[in-house]
């Protein structure tokens, strides 16, 4: 019955069957946040219900995604219909990002141009020793914008259908991304302020630990889609995970 209802389908769009991962994914993110303030806030259980929460987000990309793979890959449903619906989703969750990245700028540079006089009315605030942005914050520069040199390597090579190159220009990439991860690990380690430091120290541990924790999910898709190419599942003309990683 299902052969057949598949074969009268008079629509290119993928009906998907009912999935438990919607509902999973919203109570991770739920722990995932509840669990993040509370452990902030020094509150008992915090740092367990935070674990919780990232736990459960990891097992619902594994799963949900394997099954996206398995829909794509093995039963055709993934229709040039289907695909153009992934790239606008995937470019709107893109713009929401910029959106809530804009945030956090809003906030660093009102902060910055017009500091208050309760932080001195100066820019690092009074009393406050600043990260040398020629130091490591340069070399992670440096990092970041070699490894989307890498990255777009990688893509012309599986768009060239050149398989070991690709493979070569993720690793690369891979690799700066770790290095990334390691290196401001060590910055946040050896920085001079606390996130509790005022309105500096706010400003910059939510920007740069959420590009932190944006970079080590990239470095877990760009993983993914590794293992995906060395196991033959993209083509030259069908390679929207990777482009979408």
């Given at each position: 019955?299902?052969?057949?209802?598949?074969?009268?389908?008079?629509?290119?769009?993928?009906?998907?069957?009912?999935?438990?991962?919607?509902?999973?994914?919203?109570?991770?993110?739920l722990?995932?946040t509840?669990?993040?303030?509370?452990?902030?806030?020094?509150?008992?259980?915090?740092?367990?219900?935070?674990?919780?929460?990232?736990?459960?987000?990891?097992?619902v990309?594994?799963?949900?995604?394997?099954?996206i793979?398995?829909?794509?890959?093995?039963?055709?449903?993934?229709?040039?219909?289907?695909?153009q619906?992934?790239?606008?989703?995937?470019?709107?969750?893109?713009?929401s990002?910029?959106?809530?990245?804009?945030?956090?700028?809003?906030?660093?540079f009102?902060s910055?141009?017009?500091?208050?006089?309760?932080?001195?009315?100066?820019?690092?605030p009074?009393?406050?020793d600043?990260?040398?942005p020629?130091?490591?914050?340069?070399?992670?520069?440096?990092?970041l914008?070699s490894?989307?040199?890498?990255?777009?390597?990688?893509?012309?090579?599986?768009?060239?259908?050149f398989?070991?190159?690709?493979?070569?220009g993720?690793?690369?990439?891979?690799?700066?991304?770790?290095?990334?991860?390691?290196?401001?690990?060590?910055?946040?380690?050896?920085?001079?302020?606390?996130?509790?430091?005022?309105?500096?120290?706010?400003?910059?541990?939510?920007a740069?630990?959420?590009?932190?924790?944006?970079?080590?999910?990239?470095?877990?898709?760009?993983?993914?889609?590794?293992?995906?190419?060395?196991?033959?599942?993209?083509?030259?003309?069908?390679?929207?995970?990777?482009?979408?990683?």
């Open positions: 019955m299902r052969y057949q209802s598949k074969m009268s389908q008079r629509h290119p769009f993928h009906l998907v069957d009912p999935s438990p991962w919607p509902l999973v994914a919203a109570l991770g993110g722990s995932l509840f669990g993040g303030v509370l452990f902030m806030h020094n509150y008992s259980g915090g740092g367990k219900l935070l674990s919780l929460g990232v736990l459960i987000i990891l097992y990309m594994f799963t949900w995604w394997r099954d793979i398995r829909e794509a890959l093995f039963e055709g449903h993934h229709t040039l219909a289907v695909q619906g992934l790239r606008m989703g995937m470019i709107l969750f893109i713009v990002e910029v959106m809530f990245f804009f945030a956090f700028f809003w906030a660093f009102t910055s141009l017009s500091p208050v006089f309760n932080i001195g009315g100066v820019w690092p009074a009393g406050l600043a990260i040398s020629w130091g490591l914050p340069f070399f992670n520069t440096i990092l914008i490894s989307g040199a890498s990255v777009t390597w990688a893509h012309h090579a599986i768009v060239g259908g398989k070991k190159e690709a493979l070569i993720l690793g690369v990439t891979l690799a700066f991304a770790v290095a990334f991860t390691a290196m401001q690990g060590f910055e946040y380690l050896n920085a001079p302020f606390a996130m509790s430091d005022g309105v500096y120290g706010s400003v910059f541990y939510m740069t630990g959420f590009h932190g924790f944006h970079v080590i999910i990239g470095t877990i898709f760009l993983s993914v889609c590794t293992l995906r190419l060395y196991y033959n599942h993209f083509s030259r003309q069908r390679h929207f995970g990777f482009e979408a990683a």
